[in-house]
């Protein structure tokens, strides 16, 4: 069963960017048929949806945060990552990596990692 | 942009049927899609496509579709089904991919 576990700082200061890694077990980002994700989670329990890459490196970002975004993909550790840059305290959430299924004839969620805490703040 | 619209709360006692509704105007074209988020875990699917069941579900959760709305079913719900619910799925597009506000369930 695929397990995903994000990594990076609890803690980051405005202005700053954020970087998070997502680390994939159980199953190769480069054997394709997935999508790898990030979704946060505001304090007040709003999910929103981040952006997505493939394993060839095709991305999709959600538009609200497009300009300050960048998803990047690593096949030899089979990781992808997130950086978000001039964060201010709106992007205090936890973040989590999931996995979308390709194959399905919608777009959807179906393995999530545990998620991490981000806030940031001086 | 798109939204998904749900009840705040749901409260039920033990063993009565709970439902949940989400409302959106692309949901008589689009599937949607149910997570459960117990505190302090990350969400989990419970639904998918409308009304199917991820392996390891128990079949007290159910799901339906009819035009603008979707509704989750949880029959016979336990103590242990208290969680947030919440309801996902896209615009017309497929480009939007959004969640809804969420539904605190309270069975007691």
């Known amino acids: 069963q695929v397990q995903l576990q994000e990594s990076g700082p609890g803690l980051v200061r405005p202005s700053q960017t954020l970087s998070l890694t997502c680390t994939v077990s159980g199953g190769s980002i480069s054997s394709g048929g997935y999508y790898w994700n990030w979704i946060r989670q505001h304090p007040g329990k709003d999910l929103e949806w981040i952006g997505y890459i493939y394993y060839t490196g095709n991305i999709f970002y959600n538009p609200s945060l497009e300009t300050r975004l960048s998803i990047s993909v690593d096949t030899s550790k089979n990781q992808f990552s997130l950086k978000l840059s001039s964060v201010t305290a709106a992007d205090t959430a936890v973040y989590y990596c999931?996995?979308?299924?390709?194959?399905?004839?919608?777009?959807?969620?179906?393995?999530w990692g545990q998620g991490t805490l981000v806030t940031v703040s001086s | 942009s798109y939204e998904l619209t749900q009840p705040p709360s749901v409260s039920v006692s033990p063993g009565q049927t709970a439902r949940i509704t989400c409302s959106g105007d692309a949901l008589p074209k689009k599937y949607a899609f149910w997570y459960q988020q117990k505190s302090g875990q990350a969400p989990v699917l419970v639904i998918y496509e409308d009304n199917r069941r991820p392996s390891g579900i128990p079949e007290r959760f159910s799901g339906s579709r009819s035009g603008t709305m979707a509704t989750l079913t949880i029959s016979g719900a336990q103590v242990d089904d208290e969680a947030d619910y919440y309801c996902?799925?896209?615009?017309?597009?497929?480009?939007?991919?959004?969640f809804g506000g969420g539904t605190k369930l309270t069975v007691l």
């Open positions: 999931a996995r979308a299924p390709g194959a399905s004839s919608a777009y959807y969620f179906d393995y």
């Open positions: 996902y799925s896209t615009d017309i597009s497929g480009n939007q991919k959004v």
